[in-house]
């Protein structure tokens, strides 16, 4: 099924526009109307992907990286070469990373007749390919993620992304290009009863300093201020049912306020209350949540009002049986 939202917009460029719960959810193109204060989104799902579901826009204020991690890249302020209608065209970022990490790769734009336009994205020595699609109309744009790429650690960076191919007309538009944080491990798939083990080393790290200290099942996440950061990992396959939340983590004596745990819809708050001068992470139950629709979701932990000395090492969902 297809539906066409029209949705008020305050102005500006647009980054990407996605809805939550993708492939059975996905949005086929946008534009803004020529006032650019209402957008129309044209938005697809599957059986079993019908809204309820979140549409979230980003905005394209230029080159920058974002409170929880997102780097945008606008074409604006790129560097660019090549002819204006023929051959290849590349445009180049130079961009300070501050911290090393795993980011999914989401190109914006839109090809200007029934045929795709090729795209290579060009990073720290590694490359991913992709197309701009055909979206109807040269002021519908869509935004579609092509794989995964790795910033090897803080400092100078460059971004590369030739458009076109050589020696044939080129008919298409690149407007953008988003850096989203991508898991730093495995994926997040139920054990053989259906819980979860999350571990800090396997999430993404929503943030632009977040760190993670130690390996495999020692690993933590130091404690972090910004309200945006936080760990994210995205459950595959999660059946209907009742849950137990396990939260593995560390406070220091000076620890005060609150964490929350964001897990299949729902929020619990974690009160940190202070685990002993030992460097194992206590791992308590902090809550139960009931599961009424099955697929992929998201789980993540979050600061609200926390302070002082604490950390995480993960999450334990555990699916009970009737």
């Given at each position: 099924?297809?539906?066409?939202l029209?949705?008020?917009?305050?102005?500006?460029?647009?980054?990407?526009?996605?809805?939550?719960g993708?492939?059975?959810?996905?949005?086929?193109?946008?534009?803004?109307?020529k006032?650019?204060?209402?957008?129309?989104?044209?938005?697809?799902?599957?059986?079993?992907?019908q809204?309820?579901?979140?549409?979230?826009?980003?905005?394209?204020?230029?080159?920058?990286?974002?409170?929880?991690?997102?780097?945008?890249?606008?074409?604006?302020?790129?560097?660019?070469?090549g002819?204006?209608?023929?051959?290849?065209?590349?445009?180049?970022?130079?961009?300070d990373?501050s911290?090393?990490?795993?980011?999914?790769?989401?190109?914006?734009?839109?090809?200007?007749?029934?045929r795709?336009?090729?795209?290579?994205?060009?990073?720290?020595?590694?490359?991913?390919s992709?197309?701009?699609?055909?979206?109807?109309?040269?002021?519908?744009f869509?935004?579609?993620?092509?794989?995964?790429?790795?910033?090897?650690?803080?400092?100078?960076?460059?971004?590369?992304?030739?458009?076109?191919?050589?020696?044939?007309?080129?008919?298409?538009?690149?407007?953008?290009?988003?850096?989203?944080?991508?898991p730093?491990?495995?994926?997040?798939?139920?054990?053989?009863?259906?819980?979860?083990?999350?571990?800090?080393?396997?999430?993404?790290?929503?943030?632009?300093?977040?760190?993670?200290?130690?390996?495999?099942?020692a690993?933590?996440?130091?404690?972090?201020?910004d309200?945006?950061?936080?760990?994210?990992?995205?459950?595959?396959?999660?059946?209907?049912?009742?849950?137990?939340?396990?939260?593995?983590?560390?406070?220091?004596?000076d620890?005060?306020?609150?964490?929350?745990?964001?897990?299949?819809?729902?929020?619990?708050?974690?009160?940190?209350?202070?685990?002993g001068?030992?460097?194992?992470?206590?791992?308590?139950?902090?809550?139960?949540?009931?599961?009424?629709?099955?697929?992929?979701?998201?789980?993540?932990?979050?600061?609200?009002?926390?302070?002082?000395?604490?950390?995480?090492?993960?999450?334990?969902?555990?699916?009970?049986?009737?």
């Open positions: 099924m297809s539906r066409l029209d949705v008020p917009w305050p102005g500006g460029e647009v980054a990407s526009v996605t809805l939550d993708s492939p059975k959810r996905f949005v086929k193109w946008w534009e803004l109307d006032s650019g204060r209402s957008l129309q989104v044209a938005v697809d799902w599957v059986d079993g992907g809204p309820p579901a979140v549409l979230t826009v980003d905005t394209l204020t230029g080159t920058e990286q974002l409170p929880d991690g997102r780097w945008t890249f606008g074409i604006s302020d790129a560097a660019s070469r002819g204006r209608s023929a051959g290849i065209r590349t445009y180049e970022w130079k961009f990373a911290r090393a990490g795993n980011y999914s790769v989401e190109i914006t734009g839109m090809a200007w007749q029934e795709p336009e090729a795209v290579e994205v060009e990073l720290s020595g590694a490359t991913r992709g197309q701009l699609d055909f979206t109807g109309g040269r002021r519908r869509a935004s579609k993620s092509i794989g995964q790429m790795r910033i090897p650690g803080p400092g100078p960076q460059v971004l590369r992304v030739h458009l076109g191919e050589a020696n044939r007309d080129r008919l298409g538009t690149l407007t953008a290009v988003v850096l989203r944080p991508a730093e491990g495995a994926r997040a798939r139920p054990g053989a009863d259906g819980s979860y083990e999350l571990r800090v080393a396997d999430g993404a790290l929503a943030g632009t300093s977040l760190s993670v200290i130690g390996w495999g099942e690993a933590v996440v130091p404690g972090w201020t309200a945006a950061a936080g760990v994210e990992w995205l459950c595959e396959e999660v059946t209907p049912g009742h849950y137990t939340v396990e939260l593995a983590f560390t406070a220091a004596d620890a005060t306020g609150e964490i929350a745990v964001q897990a299949f819809g729902r929020t619990l708050s974690v009160p940190l209350v202070p685990t001068h030992g460097s194992t992470p206590a791992r308590r139950a902090v809550g139960e949540i009931e599961v009424t629709r099955p697929g992929d979701q998201s789980v993540s932990i979050r600061n609200w009002t926390a302070q002082g000395g604490w950390s995480v090492s993960g999450l334990r969902l555990v699916r009970r049986v009737p």
